[in-house]
């Protein structure tokens, strides 16, 4: 039998194509993987055809708690310098992301811009400010828990982006005007900064967030006193006294199948409404993810809108919206999925 040679240029053609074909591949993976860094697996947020737009605009500054230089994204409702050149002057919401999460999260996956642009523009919402503070750190990542620790003084930070931005853009800079939200971490956070600061802020929402802070991250080592300080749950009920003297609106969430135990989420909403905040709890479909932040941020934003236009003392509500499963359907959902883990652990061995 003859074996007939083949030129090296077919040979070269041939590895050339190959080569082609793994970077093609390679390009469509990391575009796919890429995308879903950004947007999670949502697609990218557009407002509506025939709405008014807002913009996005990231700010440099120096922080004195960092002692560096810090960033945070802003939106600024449709109109704005026209408005602001006339004298106007806006509430502000200030947005802390979790861990994992980046500064444009809010934006990219959770699309607050897009939600306060069509309830603008629908008049469900009155013009404000968004703002949101980058926690990331070269060190530690995001996981600052937005704390004052001898890793970072986070909270402090936060409030200097406060001042960078009534400093900066035309805000109403009072009380009255301006909250604090978050989801996960963040929403911890929202609830332990605005807590820390109830002179600057008079709306203070929780999206899946906790109330209790543990030794671990950058609390390892913390002291007990350390801990309680940066627990809501265990200092709530000392901040009474200021809280019905200055007023406090406040809106605690977390999703109907969030493994978090929902009697937590309860037993806190009460502990705020003793100490005289108005209090709205929810439970709303999902878990504990972006598809629940996302569904229900329009929510916030436009209950956050209301409040702002009215002075917060003298309400001392409780509203209840949703109904959380029960310990054992929490207990069956919660082994289903790690019956799932399993099996896709298993299917990668």
Not at 211 to 231: H, I, K, W
Not at 294 to 299: E, K, L, T, V
Not at 331 to 341: D, G, L, N, T, W
Request: proline share 7%.
């Amino acid at each position: 039998m003859t074996f007939m040679r083949r030129p090296r240029w077919v040979w070269s053609l041939v590895v050339s194509a190959a080569c082609a074909w793994s970077l093609t591949g390679l390009l469509a993976a990391y575009g796919y993987a890429h995308r879903y860094e950004i947007y999670r697996g949502f697609a990218a947020p557009a407002t509506p055809a025939g709405v008014a737009q807002g913009s996005l605009r990231v700010v440099s500054f120096r922080s004195p708690a960092i002692g560096a230089r810090s960033r945070y994204m802003i939106y600024l409702p449709a109109g704005y310098a026209e408005q602001s050149a006339r004298g106007r002057r806006y509430p502000v919401l200030y947005l802390l992301h979790g861990y994992p999460g980046k500064m444009p999260v809010f934006v990219n996956v959770g699309a607050v811009h897009v939600a306060a642009n069509v309830a603008i523009a629908r008049r469900r919402m009155k013009p404000m400010i968004l703002v949101m503070p980058a926690g990331k750190s070269g060190t530690l990542g995001a996981d600052t828990e937005w704390a004052d620790t001898p890793s970072g003084r986070w909270m402090s930070n936060v409030m200097d982006v406060v001042h960078d931005v009534d400093h900066r853009f035309a805000t109403i800079p009072d009380r009255q005007h301006r909250g604090i939200a978050g989801d996960s971490l963040g929403g911890y956070a929202a609830l332990n900064v605005g807590l820390h600061h109830l002179p600057s802020f008079s709306v203070i929402q929780s999206w899946g967030g906790y109330f209790r802070q543990t030794p671990t991250g950058v609390f390892a080592g913390a002291s007990p006193a350390a801990l309680r300080d940066n627990s809501p749950a265990e200092y709530i009920g000392g901040l009474a006294p200021e809280i019905r003297r200055l007023g406090l609106r406040t809106w605690v969430f977390q999703g109907r199948t969030d493994d978090a135990d929902p009697r937590l989420l309860r037993a806190f909403a009460a502990q705020l409404h003793a100490a005289g905040a108005d209090v709205h709890l929810g439970f709303f479909p999902g878990g504990h993810d972006w598809g629940l932040f996302r569904a229900q941020a329009p929510r916030m934003l436009i209950a956050a809108s209301r409040w702002f236009a009215e002075p917060p003392r003298g309400r001392n509500g409780f509203a209840s919206l949703g109904r959380s499963l029960s310990p054992a359907q929490l207990a069956r959902i919660k082994e289903k999925r790690r019956a799932h883990r399993a099996a896709r652990h298993r299917a990668r061995r």
